[in-house]
């Protein structure tokens, strides 16, 4: 359940900066996902933590609690939204000093993510870390928690309300967690088979509102979902992705990733982001206009890590091109292949598409085989693993194919002798090899 659904739309916003040297833009993100929240603000009240020392009853200090009390019973707020993630003591504190609702950054980024769920396991990943999150939270200062309640299909008389809770939310974990495990499942049945045909899987990353969904929508020729806002799309969408050589790929559309982006987030979505860890390239697509940019970059590159993904080739979707440009600003990141393209324009898109193709075929290799009529089983083996470029026939019923085969794939030939040992060595430095009969 969406924690803001039984608020009004208006909230005190505070914004506590934990990053001195990144002060503008953490406090631009966090109004990007109030607004993302359809939160209207009050007021916002800025705070700058300087040291290190974390308070343990409110997280910021007591005199700055009373400021915020102040402003609280000035406007009337029903709802206090701070950025930072507080721990369950600290919200319940504030809650009394307030006598409003607190939420954080977690509870804040989890109501958008219930918002933009549609898919059934989307909805149930949104349930989960919702529900691991509401399980430390139980006890908000309402006295109904601490009311012994006993009756059938409880434990029995002295069980208090929270353990009834706590219990039944531990059942609902159980249960989603075993539905998840059935939709992994099904989802790996879908990657096996991609992988059995051999086809190159593409997922675009990158922070959140970065133009991912756009770019997705002008490689596949899509409409799907795009908009300003943060975490527009929360379900992976895959589609096909035409590539040289008549050869087609899978193409995936993934959450954006966030500053700081919650432990527990990432385990819910796990099975979501196990197609990212299992892509065979990736799409880091860079916002130019965003001034801000290097420093989402070192986030992406933080959460791949997390989630064991970093060491999968990748490209450098250096976006929206047509609004900044100056090469200065990230010339050290083109270590790594790079393409600077407008995916609203359509500028730079086909040179995109050109580095994807080479980056699939860099390790092929162009071959080509006279076969016999009685190795269909070969020729039915190069349609399903290779590029066939070109095939003709002789009048004997002898076929001569000519494809782009991986380096894995040469071995089977090898292995199999449709590629003589003799002449192996005889073209050991040339691109093509040919069968002798």
Same mark, same amino acid.
């Given at each position: 359940?969406?924690?803001?659904?039984?608020?009004?739309?208006?909230?005190?916003?505070?914004?506590?900066?934990?990053?001195?040297?990144?002060?503008?833009?953490?406090?631009?993100?966090?109004?990007?996902?109030?607004?993302?929240? &359809?939160?209207?603000?009050?007021?916002?009240?800025?705070?700058?933590?300087?040291?290190?020392?974390?308070?343990?009853?409110?997280?910021?200090?007591?005199?700055?609690?009373?400021?915020?009390?102040?402003?609280?019973?000035?406007?009337?707020?029903?709802?206090?939204?701070?950025?930072?993630?507080?721990?369950?003591?600290?919200?319940?504190?504030?809650?009394?000093?307030?006598?409003?609702?607190?939420?954080?950054?977690?509870?804040?980024?989890?109501?958008?993510?219930?918002?933009?769920?549609?898919?059934?396991?989307?909805?149930?990943?949104?349930?989960?870390?919702?529900?691991?999150?509401?399980?430390?939270?139980?006890?908000?200062?309402?006295?109904?928690?601490?009311?012994?309640?006993?009756?059938?299909?409880?434990?029995?008389?002295?069980?208090?309300?929270?353990?009834?809770?706590?219990? /039944?939310?531990?059942?609902?974990?159980?249960?989603?967690?075993?539905?998840?495990?059935?939709?992994?499942?099904?989802?790996? /049945?879908?990657?096996?088979?991609?992988?059995?045909? &051999?086809?190159?899987?593409?997922?675009?990353?990158?922070?959140? &509102?970065?133009?991912?969904?756009?770019?997705?929508?002008?490689?596949?020729?899509?409409?799907?979902?795009?908009? &300003?806002?943060?975490?527009?799309?929360?379900?992976?969408?895959?589609?096909?992705?035409?590539?040289?050589?008549?050869?087609?790929?899978?193409?995936?559309?993934?959450?954006?990733?966030?500053?700081?982006?919650?432990?527990?987030?990432?385990?819910?979505?796990?099975?979501?982001?196990?197609?990212?860890?299992?892509?065979?390239?990736?799409?880091?697509?860079?916002? /130019?206009?965003?001034?801000?940019?290097?420093?989402?970059?070192?986030?992406?590159?933080?959460?791949?890590?997390?989630?064991?993904?970093?060491?999968?080739?990748?490209?450098?979707?250096?976006?929206?091109?047509?609004?900044?440009?100056?090469?200065?600003?990230?010339?050290?990141?083109?270590?790594?292949?790079?393409?600077?393209?407008?995916?609203?324009?359509?500028?730079?898109?086909?040179?995109?598409?050109?580095?994807?193709?080479?980056?699939?075929?860099?390790?092929?290799?162009?071959?080509?085989?006279?076969?016999?009529?009685?190795?269909?089983?070969?020729?039915?083996?190069?349609?399903?693993?290779?590029?066939?470029?070109?095939?003709?026939?002789?009048?004997?019923?002898?076929?001569?194919?000519?494809?782009?085969?991986?380096?894995?794939?040469?071995?089977?030939?090898?292995?199999?002798?449709?590629?003589?040992?003799?002449?192996?060595?005889?073209?050991?430095?040339?691109?093509?090899?040919?069968?002798?009969?």
């Amino acid at each position: 359940m969406s924690d803001l659904n039984n608020f009004s739309n208006t909230a005190l916003l505070v914004h506590v900066d934990k990053y001195l040297s990144d002060i503008d833009n953490s406090k631009e993100e966090f109004q990007d996902l109030t607004k993302t929240a &359809n939160i209207s603000a009050l007021n916002t009240i800025n705070l700058t933590k300087k040291n290190k020392n974390i308070g343990i009853k409110y997280y910021i200090g007591s005199g700055e609690a009373e400021i915020i009390q102040k402003e609280v019973k000035r406007s009337g707020a029903k709802l206090v939204v701070f950025n930072i993630d507080l721990s369950p003591s600290q919200e319940r504190n504030l809650e009394i000093l307030f006598s409003s609702r607190v939420l954080d950054r977690t509870g804040l980024i989890l109501d958008i993510f219930s918002q933009r769920a549609f898919s059934h396991e989307g909805k149930l990943q949104v349930e989960l870390a919702q529900l691991n999150y509401l399980s430390t939270r139980l006890v908000r200062g309402w006295s109904h928690l601490e009311r012994q309640k006993g009756g059938i299909g409880l434990r029995g008389p002295g069980e208090t309300q929270l353990e009834t809770d706590r219990r /039944l939310l531990r059942a609902r974990i159980k249960t989603i967690h075993k539905r998840l495990v059935k939709v992994s499942n099904q989802r790996k /049945l879908s990657r096996n088979q991609r992988l059995k045909n &051999n086809t190159p899987r593409v997922s675009i990353v990158g922070y959140t &509102n970065a133009g991912k969904s756009t770019l997705f929508n002008t490689l596949t020729g899509m409409n799907t979902l795009s908009e &300003n806002k943060l975490f527009a799309t929360l379900d992976p969408i895959h589609r096909k992705l035409d590539l040289d050589f008549k050869k087609s790929g899978v193409i995936s559309d993934t959450v954006g990733f966030i500053r700081d982006l919650p432990h527990h987030l990432i385990e819910s979505f796990k099975s979501t982001l196990s197609e990212v860890a299992e892509s065979n390239l990736l799409l880091h697509v860079i916002d /130019l206009s965003d001034d801000n940019f290097l420093s989402y970059v070192d986030e992406v590159n933080d959460v791949l890590e997390s989630i064991g993904a970093n060491h999968i080739p990748k490209i450098l979707v250096f976006n929206k091109i047509d609004q900044n440009y100056n090469p200065e600003n990230f010339l050290h990141l083109q270590k790594e292949s790079f393409c600077y393209v407008s995916a609203k324009t359509g500028y730079g898109v086909n040179s995109l598409k050109k580095q994807i193709s080479d980056k699939f075929f860099e390790n092929y290799k162009s071959i080509s085989l006279e076969l016999s009529l009685n190795q269909n089983e070969i020729r039915a083996s190069i349609y399903d693993n290779c590029n066939v470029i070109d095939e003709t026939f002789a009048k004997s019923g002898h076929s001569n194919i000519k494809f782009m085969a991986s380096e894995g794939y040469i071995k089977y030939l090898k292995k199999k002798g449709v590629i003589k040992r003799n002449l192996q060595k005889k073209l050991k430095n040339s691109q093509e090899f040919y069968q002798t009969g």
